[in-house]
């Protein structure tokens, strides 16, 4: 029987530069850890808390080679690299020479914001959540001593709550808090890290702003209503759903409030797997696909060059001329949803500078060349 397990860790590679480093040879040292977090339990000074399900699969490694594919994907900073069609893999490869192969669980980064917004989509379609105009203080005593009380939660969903200051010169200091890392080792709080802010630096809806602050009221927002960290209802409502390897992690505070802005940790294979549930979820209009395809609907410009929005908690971009969904993760981690050609194509890369995985970069153009 699987099995589901808080446990605690430690994070040797947090111990200089934390996440900020997004270096290839620390982002290295970041995806092996959280590889072998569950089987070692100790990697450095920091404790860190954690929500584990299940144990890393033992299969026999698969692949599948496609030289058009390669021209594109085979990076030598690429650590996995997987297109499915149709519901099917028609192109799977991994960085064998760092040990890397299907088995492997891979930390998401920011691709784990998507599953927040998963959450709260399940909330809102079994009733938890009558309408996402509802206001955080409707749902969460706690919040509704933070600056996001009025705060419609359709506004955090988009990055959009106006409560961090624009930009995320603080965000080093905020997320270390989050964490429990540096000067706040051993006391990873969530909750205390929300309350980082004393009021909203402007008017809600008024502008958008990227920020990790959200995600975390979003992931108090849904411990308060389920009674549950935002995990362990993610792994029970929706991983349960299309989870193909049994194996699931994600980090959270002293007091088990999942660190949901990143660290969502699963197979490459599992991953996809998630990407393609969400695809059919949209392209077959379920509710939990209506509530994504509204984000998308309502996405807001981010000002960037490249055209991208942002939806609920994942990026939009347009692909074969028809706003999709994409996942991306600092780093050099990304997933798009091509509806039109009902593809989902997913990359974990080293490096934030590679033109596939660059979160400034063409998606729209590059998914465009692997599906012609």
């Not at 660190?259 to 979820?281: C, E, I, R, Y």
Request: aromatic share 10%.
């Amino acid at each position: 029987m699987r099995k589901i397990l808080f446990g605690i860790l430690t994070l040797v590679f947090f111990a200089n530069n934390s996440f900020a480093d997004h270096s290839p040879k620390k982002m290295m040292q970041n995806m092996k850890a959280f590889s072998q977090l569950s089987t070692t339990g100790k990697l450095g000074p920091f404790d860190v808390n954690f929500f584990l399900y299940g144990e890393i699969p033992n299969n026999e490694p698969t692949s599948m080679a496609n030289k058009k594919f390669d021209k594109i994907l085979a990076d030598k900073m690429n650590l996995a690299a997987i297109i499915m069609h149709d519901g099917n893999i028609v192109y799977e490869r991994y960085a064998s020479k760092r040990k890397i192969d299907s088995n492997t669980p891979l930390m998401g980064m920011s691709m784990s914001k998507t599953a927040i917004s998963a959450s709260i989509g399940a909330l809102l379609c079994d009733g938890k959540i009558s309408s996402l105009d509802d206001t955080a203080k409707q749902h969460s005593k706690f919040l509704a001593t933070t600056p996001y009380s009025n705060i419609s939660i359709r506004n955090i969903l988009q990055m959009n709550s106006g409560v961090s200051p624009l930009g995320r010169s603080d965000e080093k200091k905020f997320n270390r808090k989050a964490r429990g890392v540096q000067k706040f080792s051993g006391k990873a709080d969530v909750r205390g890290a929300v309350k980082f802010y004393s009021s909203a630096a402007r008017d809600a809806g008024s502008q958008f702003n990227y920020h990790s602050s959200d995600s975390l009221a979003l992931s108090i927002l849904v411990e308060d209503i389920t009674d549950k960290p935002l995990a362990q209802y993610f792994q029970e409502k929706l991983y349960s759903e299309f989870g193909e390897s049994g194996f699931m992690q994600w980090t959270s505070d002293k007091s088990g409030t999942t660190v949901s802005f990143a660290d969502l940790t699963m197979t490459t294979k599992d991953w996809v797997n998630f990407g393609n549930f969400l695809l059919l979820q949209k392209k077959s209009n379920t509710c939990l696909g209506k509530f994504f395809n509204d984000g998308i609907d309502k996405s807001l410009n981010t000002g960037k060059k490249n055209g991208s929005r942002y939806g609920y908690q994942s990026w939009v971009f347009n692909v074969h001329n028809q706003p999709s969904m994409v996942l991306q993760g600092h780093g050099g981690q990304f997933m798009v949803l091509d509806e039109k050609t009902n593809t989902v194509l997913l990359t974990i890369s080293l490096n934030e500078n590679y033109k596939v995985g660059n979160l400034f970069s063409d998606i729209g153009k590059i998914t465009e060349r692997l599906t012609q």
